[in-house]
């Protein structure tokens, strides 16, 4: 969509769109500049980390709100 001279924010809710969709998930965005607090991160390869903890997705699922005192 970038190479053919799409928007970056029509790309944005795309991306967001599709991710929602494949992860199940309520909402999704993208921010732009680091959080105060950083939360869960989708690494290039897939694999989720939070600091320094891998996070076992396949049989935990993805960590919510609830998951915070695992960091």
Not at 38 to 52: C, H, T
Not at 55 to 60: E, M, T
Request: hydrophobic share 45%; charged share 25%.
């Amino acid at each position: 969509m970038l190479a053919s001279g799409v928007g970056t924010e029509q790309v944005v809710r795309a991306v967001a769109s599709e991710l929602k969709g494949l992860l199940g998930l309520r909402d999704c965005w993208f921010e732009a500049a680091f959080l105060d607090e950083p939360g869960p991160v989708i690494e290039a390869g897939g694999e989720v980390s939070w600091g320094s903890l891998w996070w076992g997705f396949r049989s935990l699922g993805l960590p919510g709100k609830e998951d915070h005192s695992f960091r």
